[in-house]
């Protein structure tokens, strides 16, 4: 729960808020359009705690959880809802979000294949995720590709400048790679 807002959760990642859930209002969340679910808040001097329950015709195991991607999902790994904030780190989303460098719009999109070289590569010890490596690509602007280090988990972090190449390739040790793509009619400015 949101330590300053009672009637809302709240998704953090390494310390700054990325989402809330809206607020909670007879048992639903604002941001959260789940039916056969009903949630509450308790808070009293020993302690706080947020709650749910079921309708009594739900017969699965009702265990929730919040994943990395902001997602509300069920026992069977099904998404029960998303906040539609965090919904811009989405890689559906990519085309949505532009970046702004350099007088130019471009977009960070999934291919399948292997850069010309090394890019820079970040610690292990940073624990890195996907959403992590985009933060930085997105901030960077001569940044034109990343890609996780780990593609068992999808963590650890990898980003390309310019100079490197892509070849497209879908063989086994092909990596998924975001590359920049820039809209046809625009231009990178130097």
Not at 76 to 91: E, K, P
Request: hydrophobic share 25%; aromatic share 12%.
């Amino acid at each position: 729960m949101d330590p300053n807002v009672t009637s809302q959760l709240m998704v953090s990642c390494r310390g700054q808020v990325d989402q809330t859930s809206g607020d909670l209002l007879n048992g639903k969340f604002k941001s959260w359009n789940i039916n056969g679910y009903k949630f509450s808040y308790f808070s009293n001097e020993q302690e706080k705690y947020f709650n749910y329950s079921v309708r009594e015709d739900v017969t699965s195991f009702p265990m929730l959880q919040i994943d990395w991607n902001s997602s509300l999902m069920d026992d069977r790994g099904q998404s029960l809802a998303s906040c539609s904030v965090f919904n811009q780190y989405r890689v559906s989303d990519e085309y949505k979000r532009p970046r702004k460098c350099n007088s130019s719009s471009s977009y960070l999109v999934p291919k399948s294949g292997f850069m010309s070289g090394d890019g820079i590569k970040f610690r292990e010890s940073d624990n890195m995720t996907l959403a992590d490596c985009r933060q930085k690509c997105y901030k960077d602007c001569s940044c034109v590709a990343y890609a996780a280090t780990n593609r068992a988990n999808d963590t650890g972090c990898e980003i390309w400048s310019r100079g490197t190449m892509f070849k497209e390739s879908n063989d086994d040790n092909s990596r998924d790679i975001y590359m920049e793509f820039i809209p046809p009619g625009k231009c990178k400015s130097a």
